[in-house]
Every structure is written in structure tokens, then in C-alpha cells.
T-cell receptor, first 111, second 114 residues
Framework: GEDVEQSLFLSVREGDSSVINCTYT??????LYWYKQEPGAGLQLLTY?????DMKQDQRLTVLLNKKDKHLSLRIADTQTGDSAIYFC???????????FGAGTRLTVKP | DAGVTQSPTHLIKTRGQHVTLRCSPI?????VSWYQQVLGQGPQFIFQYYEKEERGRGNFPDRFSARQFPNYSSELNVNALLLGDSALYLC?????????????FGEGSRLTVL
């Protein structure tokens, strides 16, 4: 099974905020990532956070990290139809350079 | 500047055959990693190479091998193909080994094994 867990689906209305949640298991992970994948395409790096940070904001994106609970979230403000895609959470295991991905959350934005 | 480029973009093989996939990292990046993404799942780590040496390996059989060249490009080889090897194979590059920070992916090579 996956070491990184995400809910599989999220549906929001255009203009609302989206919050995608993720839990990870390796407390030694140094970096945590959010990637976006559109149909038939590769992975687009959205943002990442170093494990000694609690929050990172980048334009419409806000990442929150709760190390105690091993919980990571991605908030997308003013969600647009172009944000519809699969979002992957990932943790970098520094000891072997293995990046572990969740199964992805499919975000659907309705007009 | 070109991003991570992979070739071929699509290919079809039959069981038992061999396949070679190629990746060129972003200019200046010295580390290349390979991932397998089966339909409906997240990518799974296969290998990481840095300065032409293997620096990390995921839980894949010995049929999978890779190498990195002096120009930092890389090849992934899969022997004795099985139906279950059908997947999108993604290459990613970063500046340094285990640098964390920015890891950029290519568009992938979609392999279908019949």
C-alpha cells in the first residue's frame, strides 16, 4: 500500500477554495511536495516545503505542514476550471533519494 | 530553456522484448531519477543517478537497469517485458543528488506491452 495517503476525489465550484489533504509516514522526510498532473501529461511541480517550515504561500497556493500529525495540505484560493487535474503529494526520503507519492487527488472544478 | 526531455513519447512492445527509454535533464542538472506510473496510481521510484553512479534504487526487479552518461543524460532499460510493465515512465532531474528542493519531471514515455 501507499505510505503517503490522499483522498481520491474533490469537487468544488469555480471561485471557491480547494483544500487537498495528505498524510505521510516517514518522520525523517526532509521535503514535501505538491505536483499537478493533467491528462496525458507529466508532473508539474507546484510547490514544496522544507520539513522545518509550517507554512508556505505562493500566489494562490498555500501549503500547511503539521509535523506532529504528519499532515500536509494544499489550499488553492479562487479555484478555476483550469485547476482541474490530479494533485499528488510526495515526500522525499533523504536516506535513499526515494520520493514517495500518494495515489493522487482528482480535483474537479465546476463552473 | 528546454525542460526535461524524454524519448520516445509512446511505444508498443510485446512480452519478452526489451525496451530502452531515454532522458535528457535540464541543462546544468546532474541528477536524474526514473519513476514508473501505472494507470490510476502515483509514480513509483525506480532509480536515481548522480554523477554517473546509482545513488538510489526502488523495489524493482533486476530486469530494470539504467545508466547515466557523461553529459548527464540517462537511459532506462527493461528486459523480458511483462504485461505489468505497461506504464508511463517518468524521468526527473535536479541540480544535485538528494537536493530536495526542485525536482522537475519530463512528459514521460508511455509503454504498452501486448
Amino acid at each position: 500500500g501507499e505510505d503517503v495517503e490522499q483522498s481520491l476525489f474533490l469537487s468544488v465550484r469555480e471561485g471557491d477554495s480547494s483544500v487537498i489533504n495528505c498524510t505521510y509516514t516517514d518522520s525523517s522526510s526532509t521535503y514535501l511536495y505538491w505536483y499537478k498532473q493533467e491528462p496525458g501529461a507529466g508532473l508539474q511541480l507546484l510547490t514544496y516545503i522544507f520539513s522545518n517550515m509550517d507554512m508556505k504561500q505562493d500566489q494562490r497556493l498555500t501549503v500547511l505542514l503539521n509535523k506532529k500529525d504528519k499532515h500536509l495540505s494544499l489550499r488553492i484560493a479562487d479555484t478555476q476550471t483550469g485547476d482541474s487535474a490530479i494533485y499528488f503529494c510526495a515526500e522525499l526520503q533523504y536516506h535513499n533519494n526515494d520520493m514517495r507519492f500518494g495515489a493522487g487527488t482528482r480535483l474537479t472544478v465546476k463552473p | 530553456d528546454a525542460g526535461v526531455t524524454q524519448s520516445p513519447t509512446h511505444l508498443i512492445k510485446t512480452r519478452g522484448q526489451h525496451v530502452t527509454l531515454r532522458c535528457s535533464p535540464i541543462s546544468g542538472h546532474k541528477s536524474v531519477s526514473w519513476y514508473q506510473q501505472v494507470l490510476g496510481q502515483g509514480p513509483q521510484f525506480i532509480f536515481q543517478y548522480y554523477e554517473k553512479e546509482e545513488r538510489g534504487r526502488g523495489n524493482f526487479p533486476d530486469r530494470f537497469s539504467a545508466r547515466q552518461f557523461p553529459n548527464y543524460s540517462s537511459e532506462l532499460n527493461v528486459n523480458a517485458l511483462l504485461l505489468g510493465d505497461s506504464a508511463l515512465y517518468l524521468c526527473a532531474s535536479s541540480l544535485e543528488q538528494g537536493s530536495g528542493g526542485e525536482l522537475f519531471f519530463g512528459e514521460g514515455s508511455r509503454l504498452t506491452v501486448l
